[in-house]
C-alpha cells in the first residue's frame, strides 16, 4: 500500500494519466449532474468520490461504466476515448450498490457469466473462477445461489464477478452500504489487499468519509455536480478548501475571523468568540478587514482548567456535555456567547480522576499552525 | 367442497345412462328392499366416447388449438407487457388501463364485434380493399384463423398481466450488470430477462391453456364447421342430444387431461413462492 502510494503520480507530471476526464458535463433535460468536470486519475490508485447525496458522484460513476451518455466533453480510458462505446464494450467493471447479483445462477455462473462473453474456453472459465472464488474466500459457496448467502458472502461474490474479466478499471458503488460497522471494516482493508494484489484501478463511490479516508490514493469531494477539491486523504483533512470541505470530512469546529495581518508567528486574526488574538501559521493571501474562517479539528483543541501561558489562541466556556468513547472523551463547550465547540481528549490514564466535569469553566488552547484559515 | 360439489355432481351423471325423463338420465342409487341401496354405475358413456373417433379428434384438436394459441399470445402477450414494463412510469397505468379496458364490454359481445371485422363483407376486408391490398375479399370468418384471432385477443389479458407484474419488478441494475460483464442487449434478453420471467409465463400461460382447452364460444361464433373443438362438442351433446351422461363423461374427461397442467401450475407457484 505505502510503496504504491508513496509514488504519487499525480505529482510527477511526466506521467500520464489512466482516466482523463476531460470538460465532461451532464443533463437530465434542464437539471445538470455533472458541470464541466476534469478529473485525471492515475494507474492503480484507489480514487475514491465523496460528496453528500446528490452531488453527482454516482452519475460519473454510471458515465463512466457507460451507462449514461456524456452531454458534453470526452473520457479516455489509457489515451483512448471510450465517450460513444456503450457498456457492454468497454473494458470497465462495476460492481453494484445492490450487488446486482443473477438470482438465478450459482455463485460459479454469476462469476463465469462475463467470461462467457468472452467465448473463453471452458476450461480457462473454470480456472478463472476458481482463482476468484480463492481470492474472496468463497470455495465452499460455489454452488450456492445468491439468495442463500449472506450480506458479507454477496458482496464478496459480487467483487470477484467484476473482478474476473480483469478489467482494466473497476468501478465500485457503495461497495460497502449494506455491510454492519465491523463487516464494512474488515473488508475495507480486504479490498485494499485485492486492488494491491491484482493492480486494478479501483474508483469507489462512497458517501462515507472515513471509509474514503482508510482506502483511498487520492479523493474527489464532489459537491453540486462540481469537483471541490481533489488531494490525498491526509491533505483532505487537514487542509481542506473551503468551509464545506472541512465540515463534510470528520468532526471540526469553524470559526469567523477578521484578518489582522502578517506578523512572525503568521496570520493574525481577530475573532469574535475570542478575547485573545488568533494566530495561524498558514500564510493567506488578503488584506485588513477581509472576513475569513479558521477550522479547528475537536482533537487539536487542548482543554484544561489552567489559563494557558501563551496569550494567544484562547477560548474560554464551561462544559456543557461530555461523550464518553472508551479510548477518548468529547467535550462539548459552551462560549460565553452561546456557541458551542468540540473538543476531543484521549483518556490516556485509566484511573484518571475525571477532573473535567459538567459546568467547569474551561480555556480551549491550540498551536498556530493546528488551525486552518479558509477563505471562503 | 364449493369446488368439489359440482364435480361429484357432473361425476354422478357420467355414470348414469340416458333415459327420456326430468332429468334424462338414471339414478345412481337404487333403493329397493334391502336397507343399502344398490349402485347402478355404467361406464357405458366412458366407453362410448372411445369407440366414436369423433370425440378423440375434437380433444386432439382442442389441444392442439389451446398450445398454438397460448404460443400465440405469450408471444404477443410478452412484447407488450414488456414494452409496458419498459415505458415511463407515468405511461404504465394508461398503458395498463387499455389492457384492462376491454373487461368493460361483455366477452360474447366483444366476440360478435369480431364477427363485424372478420367477415366477408366485413370491416378489415372493406379496409383492405379500399386501399387496393386486395380486390377480392379474404375468406377469414368460418376458419381456424378466426378461432385464433379470436383466442388470442379474449384471452391476452390474461397473459400481459402476470407477465406484467413479474416484469414490472425486475431489477434494471441486473441488466446493467450483464451489459457491464460484455453481454450484448439481446443476449441479455434471452440469459437474463427471460429465465428471470419464468414465472410470470407459466402464469399466463395456464391461465390462458386451461380455459382455452374447454373454449365454446368462440369456436362456435368464429369457427367453421370443421372447427372441432371439445367445448363445442360438449354443448351440443347436452343442448342437442341431450344425452347428460355423454355431455358429462366428455368433462369429466376433459378435467383429467387439464388436471396435469392445473397440478403443474400450482406446483410452479409453490415454488415461485418459496
Redesign the interface.
Given at each position: 500500500m505505502s510503496e504504491l502510494h508513496s509514488v504519487n503520480p499525480w505529482l510527477d507530471p511526466s506521467q500520464k494519466p489512466y482516466i482523463q476526464i476531460e470538460n465532461v458535463t451532464k443533463k437530465f433535460g434542464d437539471f445538470t449532474a455533472i458541470d464541466n468536470l476534469n478529473l485525471d486519475i492515475y494507474k492503480n490508485e484507489f480514487f475514491s468520490l465523496l460528496g453528500p447525496s446528490g452531488c453527482g458522484k454516482t452519475t460519473l460513476l454510471r458515465m463512466l461504466?457507460?451507462?449514461e451518455k456524456v452531454t458534453n466533453g470526452r473520457i479516455l480510458l489509457d489515451g483512448e476515448d471510450i465517450s460513444e462505446i456503450?457498456?457492454?464494450?468497454r473494458p470497465?467493471?462495476?460492481m453494484?450498490q445492490?450487488y446486482?447479483?443473477?438470482?438465478?445462477m450459482t455463485v460459479e455462473k454469476n462469476i463465469a457469466?462475463?467470461l462467457k462473453?468472452?467465448n473463453l474456453p471452458p476450461n480457462e472459465i473454470n480456472q478463472r473462477v476458481e482463482e476468484m472464488l480463492q481470492l474472496v474466500e468463497l470455495t465452499d459457496f460455489a454452488k450456492r445461489k445468491p439468495n442463500q448467502l449472506s450480506g458479507g458472502q454477496s458482496q464478496r461474490v459480487a467483487l470477484a464477478?467484476?473482478l474476473a474479466?480483469r478489467p482494466k478499471l473497476l468501478l465500485l458503488d457503495e461497495p460497502l452500504g449494506a455491510l454492519d460497522k465491523r463487516l464494512r471494516e474488515q473488508t475495507q482493508f480486504e479490498l485494499m489487499d485485492i486492488q494491491e494484489k491484482l493492480e486494478v484501478t479501483f474508483v469507489i463511490v462512497t458517501h462515507d468519509q472515513e471509509e474514503a479516508m482508510t482506502v483511498s490514493s487520492r479523493i474527489g469531494v464532489m459537491d453540486s455536480g462540481n469537483l471541490i477539491q481533489v488531494a490525498t486523504p491526509t491533505e483532505i483533512y487537514e487542509a481542506p478548501v473551503n468551509k464545506d470541505v472541512a465540515d463534510f470530512i470528520g468532526d471540526v469546529n469553524i470559526l469567523r475571523g477578521i484578518y489582522k495581518g502578517q506578523n512572525d508567528v503568521g496570520t493574525q486574526l481577530h475573532s469574535d468568540d475570542s478575547d485573545s488574538i488568533v494566530f495561524a501559521t498558514q500564510e493567506v493571501g488578503a488584506s485588513t478587514g477581509d472576513e475569513m474562517w479558521f477550522a479547528i479539528r475537536p482533537e487539536k483543541l487542548e482543554i484544561s482548567k489552567k489559563k494557558p501561558t501563551d496569550q494567544y489562541n484562547i477560548l474560554n466556556g464551561r462544559i456543557e456535555d461530555i461523550a464518553y468513547g472508551g479510548s477518548f472523551s468529547t467535550y462539548h463547550v459552551r462560549l460565553d456567547n452561546g456557541r458551542i465547540l468540540k473538543a476531543i481528549r484521549a483518556n490516556r490514564v485509566r484511573t484518571e480522576e475525571h477532573h473535567l466535569t459538567w459546568e467547569d469553566e474551561v480555556y480551549l488552547h491550540w498551536a498556530p499552525h493546528s488551525a486552518v484559515v479558509l477563505l471562503s | 367442497m364449493f369446488f368439489m360439489l359440482p364435480f361429484i355432481f357432473v361425476l354422478k351423471i357420467s355414470l348414469a345412462e340416458p333415459i327420456m325423463a326430468i332429468p334424462p338420465y338414471t339414478a345412481l342409487l337404487e333403493w329397493g328392499d334391502s336397507l343399502l341401496p344398490s349402485i347402478r354405475a355404467s361406464l357405458e358413456s366412458y366407453l362410448f366416447l372411445f369407440s366414436d373417433s369423433l370425440y378423440i379428434k375434437a380433444y386432439l384438436s382442442s389441444l392442439k388449438i389451446a398450445i398454438i394459441s397460448t404460443i400465440l399470445t405469450l408471444i404477443i402477450g410478452y412484447s407488450i407487457a414488456y414494452s409496458v414494463a419498459k415505458a415511463p412510469t407515468r405511461w404504465r397505468g394508461v398503458l395498463l388501463m387499455l389492457v384492462i379496458l376491454p373487461f368493460w364490454t361483455s366477452f360474447l359481445i366483444r366476440v360478435y364485434a369480431w364477427i363485424g371485422i372478420l367477415k366477408t363483407e366485413g370491416l378489415l376486408n372493406l379496409a383492405l380493399m379500399s386501399i387496393g391490398i386486395i380486390d377480392k375479399p379474404l375468406i377469414i370468418m368460418n376458419t381456424d384463423l378466426a378461432v385464433y384471432i379470436g383466442i388470442v385477443y379474449s384471452y391476452l389479458p390474461f397473459m400481459i398481466l402476470p407477465l406484467y407484474a413479474n416484469l414490472e419488478k425486475m431489477d434494471m441494475s441486473l441488466l446493467e450488470a450483464a451489459a457491464d460483464l460484455g453481454c450484448r442487449p439481446f443476449k441479455t434478453f434471452w440469459t437474463v430477462t427471460i429465465p428471470l420471467s419464468i414465472p410470470g409465463i407459466l402464469a399466463g400461460c395456464f391461465l390462458v391453456f386451461i380455459p382455452v382447452m374447454g373454449e365454446f364460444v368462440i369456436p362456435d361464433l368464429l369457427g367453421g364447421t370443421k372447427t372441432l373443438m371439445i367445448g363445442k362438442v360438449l354443448w351440443t351433446e347436452f343442448f342437442y342430444n341431450r344425452d347428460w351422461p355423454v355431455a358429462s363423461a366428455v368433462a369429466i374427461i376433459l378435467l383429467a387431461l387439464l388436471v396435469v397442467p392445473i397440478m403443474l401450475y400450482q406446483k410452479s407457484q409453490e415454488k415461485a413462492i418459496s
Open positions: 461504466a457507460g451507462f456503450p457498456p457492454h464494450l470497465i467493471n462495476m453494484f445492490s446486482a447479483l443473477f438470482p438465478h457469466f462475463g462473453q468472452d464477478r467484476s474479466k | -
